[in-house]
Nanobody, 123 residues
């Protein structure tokens, strides 16, 4: 039972910044990737940023120059920092976690999603 606790969403002014965090717990396997995706009304869920257990990061094109993501491996927590927020950044942000490991005779990968946290950017 993997639990994801998300925090940091809310209302921000255009041009402002925010900090989102996500902590994963309850995994019996090795957590590989953690990251954030967002769902903008009327659009497909898209990548914001991910970070691997090795520290490799990947950013969505629209946020690449104004985002950073870090990871605390000891607590399985990631932190997303975004600056220069735009109205188009408004949406529900979801934490996503991958884990992997051997379960019996099978190697398996897991994919888990948080409940989402609303980010609203005002004009």
């Amino acid at each position: 039972q993997v639990q994801l606790v998300e925090s940091g969403g809310g209302l921000v002014q255009g041009g402002g910044s925010l900090r989102l965090s996500c902590q994963a717990s309850g995994s019996a396997f090795f957590i590989t990737d953690m990251g954030w995706y967002r769902q903008t009304p009327g659009k497909q869920r898209e990548l914001v940023a991910t970070i691997t257990n090795r520290g490799r990061t990947v950013f969505g094109e629209s946020v690449m120059d104004r985002s950073s993501i870090t990871r605390d491996g000891a607590t399985n927590t990631i932190f997303l920092e975004m600056t220069g927020l735009k109205q188009e950044d408004t949406g529900v942000y979801y934490c996503n976690v991958h884990d992997e490991g051997l379960e019996g005779d099978y190697f398996r990968r897991g994919d888990y999603w948080g409940q989402g946290t609303q980010v609203t950017v005002s004009s």
